[in-house]
T-cell receptor, first 113, second 111 residues
Framework: SQTIHQWPATLVQPVGSPLSLECTVE??????LYWYRQAAGRGLQLLFY??????ISSEVPQNLSASRPQDRQFILSSKKLLLSDSGFYLC????????????FGSGTQLSVL | QKEVEQNSGPLSVPEGAIASLNCTYS??????FFWYRQYSGKSPELIMS????GDKEDGRFTAQLNKASQYVSLLIRDSQPSDSATYLC???????????FGSGTRLSIRP
């Protein structure tokens, strides 16, 4: 069976510090991978998605970046965090194609102070 | 115009009644449509997917799709207190790998 691991669960970072969130998927090959952000009481904002190693599509211009160094690994980074980067970050995977069902990790609650 | 729109609620429904949640989308080329449930502080979980016009039933849940009207809905029959959550509509855009969410509707089931 497929599993997705996302860590850490919570993170408190000062403004201007770097960020690295990691997500890995087990039990499947060549998944589509996604990073979403959710502000308090809001919906999910698509940040990045990837259909293969090294292939990253960015949806929102911002100070975040994503990388996919391995087939089942997706990393979200920032060189300098802003207050507005606070939120609930969710990694997800899907099989792709017409079946776009997403399966989410447990999320990272990021507070930038 | 937002790509996927939902009424934010809260929608309050008495226990045992039918809850009706609605969603509209802007891209006519959208191919796949999903409903997710999210409890506070938790990740969303998939409850329904629908790909063709019409109704799709799964237990107490029925998803309805009308591509001509660009409208998706979710009906929850015999609503239970455990159904109290935020319901997120998601649409796979013309580029099928891109999946966009609405802002969610908060549903509250009152005893």
């Amino acid at each position: 069976s497929q599993t997705i691991h996302q860590w850490p669960a919570t993170l408190v970072q000062p403004v201007g510090s770097p960020l690295s969130l990691e997500c890995t998927v087990e039990g499947t090959s060549n998944p589509n991978l996604y990073w979403y952000r959710q502000a308090a009481g809001r919906g999910l904002q698509l940040l990045f998605y990837s259909v293969g190693i090294g292939q990253i599509s960015s949806e929102v211009p911002q100070n975040l970046s994503a990388s996919r160094p391995q087939d089942r690994q997706f990393i979200l980074s920032s060189k300098k965090l802003l207050l507005s980067d606070s939120g609930f970050y969710l990694c997800a995977w899907s099989l792709g194609g017409r079946d776009g069902k997403l399966f989410f990790g447990s999320g990272t609650q990021l507070s930038v102070l | 115009q937002k790509e996927v729109e939902q009424n934010s609620g809260p929608l309050s429904v008495p226990e045992g009644a039918i809850a009706s949640l609605n969603c509209t989308y802007s891209d006519r080329g959208s191919q796949s449509f999903f409903w997710y449930r999210q409890y506070s502080g938790k990740s969303p979980e998939l409850i329904m997917s629908i790909y063709s016009n019409g109704d799709k039933e799964d237990g107490r849940f029925t998803a309805q799709l009308n591509k001509a009207s660009q409208y998706v809905s979710l009906l929850i029959r015999d609503s239970q207190p455990s159904d109290s959550a935020t319901y997120l509509c998601a649409v796979a855009a013309r580029v099928a790998s891109k999946i966009i969410f609405g802002s969610g509707t908060r549903l509250s089931i009152r005893p």
